[in-house]
């Protein structure tokens, strides 16, 4: 089973930008499915971003236009670019793998350990 480990969260002030990486412990499948999940303090884990085969994209409506997800076609690494930040971004941040599509946590089943992002206002 594929591990997964996200990086680059951090401190940011509003309108601020980060990317997030997920590093994978082997390449992708074409056919793979990879998410960004967010979750608040005291609020379930939200659906932000998903790929699927390294090319088709969807995103939630809290960040379309402000947030990109992206892959090199088998690579074994996912990026979430974060433009324009805002206070209600503040979670942390998950990676997530499953062989189908869906928008749902209970679709994954292999997830990273989390990263936080954290943006002052």
């Known amino acids: 089973q594929v591990q997964l480990a996200e990086s680059g969260g951090g401190l940011v002030q509003a309108g601020d930008s980060l990317r997030l990486t997920c590093t994978a412990s082997?390449?992708?499948?074409?056919?793979?499915?990879v998410a960004w999940f967010r979750q608040a303090p005291g609020k379930e884990r939200e659906f932000v971003a998903l790929?699927?085969?390294?090319?088709?994209?969807t995103y939630a409506d809290a960040v379309k236009g402000r947030f990109t997800i992206s892959a090199l076609t088998g690579s074994n690494t996912i990026y979430l670019q974060m433009n324009n930040l805002k206070p209600e971004d503040t979670a942390v941040y998950y990676c997530?793998?499953?062989?189908?599509?869906?928008?749902?946590?209970?679709?994954?089943?292999?997830w990273g350990q989390g990263t936080q992002v954290t943006v002052s206002s």
């Open positions: 997530a793998h499953s062989s189908s599509y869906g928008l749902n946590a209970q679709s994954y089943n292999t």
């Open positions: 082997r390449r992708f499948y074409t056919s793979a499915v």
């Open positions: 790929t699927r085969s390294f090319s088709r994209t």
